[in-house]
């Protein structure tokens, strides 16, 4: 079978679903569009024919975007794929909408409903098009049961369409359990973009307070870019030293290893893969009560639940977790990484997923 996917970032599509691919590729031809960020060399090593298409994922006009649908279209006519599956919101709407125009099959994975749903007239704006690019899709993928509800009461999909998979899973063998340091400090880790939504305010006044209160017995570090209205507040929290910023990493593994706990207080999410990550290295979590978080730890056994933008409860949350013995916060990992191993396994993540694309039918109806 002729396989096209859709997404918006080379990168991360080879970090989280490289193994789908592994699989895809042993029994069908499979292309990627995608805009060239990294990675796109080791994609093509793999099998893939890779297809550089320029996206902008800022972009909230939809008349802009009429370039990508036509691109879109265009890719359709000359690939002539039998199925397609995308990831992400644009390729979503609009690889979805030209695959139904032109009576393709394809399958749609939402990542999490983030920005485009919290402004009422954009959410209106952006369910309308979902709507009707959806209709057709002969399946929806969710990363949690909260966020495919929500996509069910507005009547973007059916149930049939509706199908639930735990993110993009995690491969064990590349996150190995690492056991906890005892050097005397304990370090909290936050990995991800410095932005508003992934709740780094909140972070940031919860690290000053506790770093005046517990000084050196205590270490925060933060790993990921940071947008431009971030760089004043990023400096001045590193020259008062609160905080230490490594930058982007392309390697997390280190700075997990190195953590004692690790901390994401984001305002939505898909599924987070840092949670997962982290978890599975045994890492204890501090992470908001929110889909795409909660089903990552077990409030209180493998780390702790905070409300949503809620700079005093996350503050509580730190001053409760270093207040615990190294023994406490090991077995807070153990569980953690339990807990992974029982819900995540990349494994039986990609075999959920082929089986649910129908590709296990369609090569037993050709055997």
């Known amino acids: 079978m002729r396989i096209l996917v859709a997404t918006n970032h080379s990168y991360m599509f080879y970090r989280f679903r490289k193994e789908l691919v592994e699989a895809l590729v042993q029994e069908h031809e499979v292309i990627l569009s995608t805009p060239f960020v990294g990675h ?11 297809i550089d298409t320029e996206i902008d994922r800022r ?7 009429m370039k990508l649908l036509k691109t879109y279209q265009k890719l359709l006519d000359e690939i002539q794929p039998e199925l397609v599956i995308t990831y992400s919101i644009k390729p979503n709407i609009y690889m979805g909408s030209a695959c139904k125009a032109k009576g393709i099959p394809y399958v749609i994975n939402v990542q999490g409903l983030g920005t485009a749903f919290e402004k009422p007239v954009l959410s209106s704006v952006v369910s309308v098009m979902y709507r009707s690019a959806l209709r057709n899709a002969k399946a929806v993928f ?9 996509f069910l009461h507005k009547n973007i999909i059916s149930a049939q369409q509706m199908k639930i998979l735990p993110g993009a899973g995690i491969n064990l063998d590349e996150y190995p359990y690492v056991p906890l340091r005892d050097d005397g400090v304990c370090s909290f880790l936050f ?11 909140e972070f940031f006044a919860a690290a000053r307070t506790i770093k005046a209160e517990l000084g050196k017995k205590v270490a925060f570090d933060v790993v990921g870019f940071y947008e431009d209205a971030y760089k004043e507040t ?3 929290l590193v020259a008062d030293e609160v905080i230490k910023f490594h930058g982007f990493q392309t390697d997390v593994h280190p700075f997990y290893e190195a953590a004692d706990c690790v901390v994401l207080p984001s305002y939505h999410e898909g599924m987070s893969n840092v949670l997962l990550e982290a978890a599975a290295s045994g890492r204890p979590l501090i992470t908001s009560d929110i889909p795409g978080c909660r089903e990552a730890v077990e409030d209180g056994v493998s780390g702790y639940l905070c409300p949503v933008q809620n700079a005093e409860a996350l503050t509580k949350c730190f001053r409760v977790f270093a207040d615990k013995t190294r023994n406490e916060q090991e077995q807070m990992g153990r569980y953690g990484r339990a807990l992974i191993e029982r819900k995540f396994d990349k494994r039986v993540v990609v075999a959920q997923t082929i089986g649910s694309l129908g590709l296990v039918e369609a090569a037993r109806s050709k055997a």
């Open 191 to 201: 990995v991800g973009r410095i932005m508003k939504e992934k709740g780094v305010d």
């Open 142 to 150: 969710f990363e949690n049961e909260e966020n495919a509800q929500f």
């Open 234 to 236: 990023v400096d001045q």
């Open 59 to 65: 972009s909230i006009n939809p008349f802009k975007d």
């Open 40 to 50: 796109e060399d080791d994609l093509q090593a793999m099998g893939l024919r890779c």
